[in-house]
């Protein structure tokens, strides 16, 4: 325990090692509680709610693996069950496509900037996980007075639209489907006009390949619980100075918050808790 007395929080672009809760076993009373708390970065209602749930989810984030693996041993200790997996095994994105054609036996999936094609055997597919790209943009502009910023105007602009990920039983990387740049033309006759409508049918024809191929569908219930381990990533981008009147400046910039790599790592976590 003595490691984890100088614990610090791993910044985002490091690759950290995340304490993955699976189970609790039968020995597991709430007096262990006051113990497990200064272990994980999640407070005790929602603790006790990813218990009661059973949710598989990040309880910790660390910055070398021997800090994971003397939290998941002490965590073992207090009848939880864990896994440990780094930041690298769950951030890469999945390859992008832009259309799949359902065949009797296999699909015939297009990349999205190759246009290379690919079989797969419906029999292989294990996973469909279902999400939202967020993305905030906050544009300011502030004005340099006595050597100080001083914020003159500020604009938000919010959006979210859907993601999915689909992986195989041996692939981990997976396949990522933005809908606006997707083909729903492989849906044949049952393709409607707006991708709102063919979403809803891609995600059942996905789903019947095979009886083996679990739908995900909880991200939206639990993405914010997630920030406790996964926050949304932040970038700011300076556009520039600009003269202003009578010798002033203004500084132009623009904050971008998205939760992409959140939701990569929760989608190929999946992967990992079913297949790896």
Not at 51 to 71: D, G, S, Y
């Amino acid at each position: 325990m003595n490691v984890l007395k100088n614990r610090r929080k791993p910044d985002a672009w490091e690759n950290g090692y995340n304490v993955i809760f699976l189970s609790i076993n039968q020995t597991f009373t709430d007096t262990k509680l006051p113990e497990i708390l200064p272990l994980v970065e999640i407070d005790e209602e929602n603790l006790r709610k990813i218990f009661q749930e059973h949710n598989q989810l990040p309880l910790t984030r660390t910055a070398t693996f021997e800090e994971a693996k003397i939290v998941a041993e002490r965590l073992d200790f207090l009848s939880i069950r864990t896994r440990i997996i780094d930041d690298y095994s769950l951030s890469r994105e999945p390859s992008r496509i832009r259309r799949i054609d359902f065949l009797d036996e296999e699909l015939i999936i297009t990349h999205f900037n190759s246009g290379k094609t690919e079989r797969v055997s419906k029999k292989e597919l294990s996973l469909v996980v279902c999400g939202f790209l967020y993305e905030r943009r906050i544009h300011s502009i502030e004005e340099r007075k006595k050597r100080q910023n001083k914020l003159k105007e500020a604009s938000e602009f919010d959006n979210d639209r859907p993601l999915i990920d689909i992986y195989t039983k041996s692939n981990s990387i997976g396949y990522r489907i933005f809908p606006n740049g997707f083909d729903f033309s492989g849906l044949g006759i049952e393709k409607k006009r707006l991708a709102t409508e063919n979403l809803p049918m891609l995600l059942e024809k996905l789903s019947s390949c095979s009886s083996e191929v679990n739908l995900i569908d909880n991200y939206m219930r639990i993405y914010k619980l997630l920030r406790n381990i996964w926050d949304f990533e932040q970038s700011k981008n300076s556009i520039g100075w600009r003269r202003k009147g009578f010798g002033g400046f203004e500084l132009e910039s623009e904050l971008l918050i998205n939760n992409l790599n959140q939701f990569t790592k929760y989608s190929r976590l999946q992967w990992f808790l079913k297949n790896g």
